[in-house]
């Protein structure tokens, strides 16, 4: 097949979901959760210049395998651009990381069935975030099989991503030890935090400069009353001593 007709069939593959792989939209809720992560570590990867591809809901595509279509996906050491599709034939490689979001969803196909096709399919790293029952669960490959993984202080450490994930409050926290990874929201809020902040330090100076000017001015009037008051006593001394001649 030339690469004309490789392009060609790519191109037709479809991007719907097939009805055995389509589940009913879990709302607004999922809809946060999963585009909130994505945005929050494609910020992260580029602010440090490495190269993983972060990726949300996109149709993948493995040899001879039917399209599925994870919450989030990653893959190492891969140009982060945009895409319709992961084709593993055409990018020459797997995806790394599979994360799946369950708000109303079918838990038993995140908690069963994909865990047995993810590990068949070679995929390293699978994680299952449950915010209905606010539960994080991690499974890693251990040969051709996945073994579940057991958090270390609740945490789950991710090879691939180079960082640690956990749940905090409803949101599925990315993190570097101590360090977590900002979304969007509170990237807006610190700007806004730190814009009042300066504001109000401007404020403060210009009241601290405008108490200044009066300072000086006061300070230039004394100056002036004392100066004319000797002024005044030079005068009289002189007009002492012409007499006293």
């Keep these: 097949m030339s690469a004309e007709e490789r392009a060609l069939v790519i191109a037709m593959l479809p991007s719907e979901f097939p009805v055995s792989e389509a589940s009913p939209p879990e709302g607004d809720d999922h809809l946060d959760a ?29 040899p001879g395998e039917r399209m ?3 919450d989030l996906i ?10 319709d599709s992961w084709i593993v034939d055409a990018e020459g490689k ?7 979001i369950v708000v109303r969803g079918d838990r ?11 590990a068949a399919l070679g995929i390293p790293e699978y994680y299952l975030f449950d915010r209905r029952r606010m539960t ?7 040969g051709k099989r996945y073994r579940r993984r057991v958090p270390q202080s609740a945490r789950y450490e991710s090879p691939v991503l180079g960082l640690e994930l956990w749940l905090d409050s409803d ?21 806004s935090r730190l814009s009042a902040e300066a504001q109000n330090r401007v404020q403060q100076l210009e009241t601290e400069l405008v108490e200044e000017q ?17 002024a005044e006593l030079r005068s009289e001394l002189e007009r002492l001593r012409a007499r006293k001649d």
């Design 34 to 62: 999963f585009s909130g992560a994505r945005e929050a570590l494609r910020r992260w990867y580029a602010g440090r210049g490495r190269r993983i591809y972060v990726a949300g809901n996109l149709p993948v595509y493995y």
């Design 68 to 70: 599925f279509s994870p």
């Design 74 to 83: 990653a893959v190492d050491n891969t140009e982060q651009r945009q895409r």
């Design 94 to 100: 797997g995806i790394d990381v599979a994360i799946e």
């Design 108 to 118: 038993k196909k995140d908690l069963e069935r994909n865990v047995e096709r993810y």
């Design 136 to 142: 994080l669960a991690a499974w890693e490959l251990d």
């Design 171 to 191: 949101r599925l926290r990315f993190s570097v030890g101590d360090a977590p990874v900002p979304y969007a929201d509170e990237l807006l809020e610190r700007v």
């Design 214 to 230: 009066r300072r000086r001015e006061e300070e230039q009037r004394r100056r002036e009353a004392a100066e004319a008051a000797l």
